[in-house]
């Protein structure tokens, strides 16, 4: 059956089975599909209790599991945890209260690190990497954002082994971290 996607879709191995999911909001649900041979199919679906605007995969408890980070309309972010989203599913709510960078993970990374953070008050974000000299290498987000959490992955492959600063600025607010690349 034809589902209307409100979302980009995000692909991932969220079950720990081998083979990506393929995970997008429409209206309030967040649905779950996988491929069967020739065809997809509805592996899940999640009641979002909110119209969800964006979707991020990431294993935010580290457990060896992706989870479904989802924004809502209304500005609130939940994330839905567990060992498959369809069996182990714990929902948290919450709207971030300031802006902040988390660590990157992993770190000291080979070629591409999670950059992981959380905007307190809708504005203009701007997230860059910056080299050993203090020249800028990468802008990796650059751009208006709502209140909410947001994940990044930053291929750095094009770059040599060093220590390099992240840094998120978002009107007045300025946080830096530091990322060890190793080839």
């Known amino acids: 059956d034809g589902v209307r996607a409100h979302t980009d ?31 997809l199919r509805r592996a899940w679906t999640l009641d979002v209790e909110g119209r969800s605007s964006d979707i991020a995969l990431a294993d935010a ?23 498959t989203a369809a069996t182990a599913v714990q929902a948290v709510e919450s709207t971030p209260q300031k802006t902040h ?21 809708a504005g203009k974000v701007r997230l860059e990497v910056f080299g050993q000299t203090g020249q800028r290498v990468k802008t990796l987000v650059e751009a208006w954002r709502k209140v909410g959490a947001y994940q990044v992955l930053w291929d750095a492959n094009e770059l040599a082994s060093g220590v390099y600063l992240v840094r998120l600025q978002t009107g007045d607010v300025v946080q830096e971290r530091k990322v060890s690349l190793i080839k």
Do not use: W
Not at 10 to 32: A, N, P, Q, W, Y
Not at 101 to 121: A, C, E, K, M, T
């Open 9 to 39: 879709v995000v692909s991932g191995d969220v079950d720990g089975d081998g083979r990506d999911e393929f995970l997008f909001g429409s209206g309030t649900k967040l649905i779950c599909v996988e491929q069967e041979e020739d065809t």
């Open 61 to 83: 408890d580290r457990d060896g599991f992706l989870d479904a980070v989802v924004t809502t309309t209304d500005g609130y972010v939940k994330a839905y945890m567990g060992e």
């Open 101 to 121: 960078l988390q660590p990157p993970y992993p770190n000291p990374f080979n070629s591409r690190v999670h950059i992981d953070f959380s905007v307190g008050q």
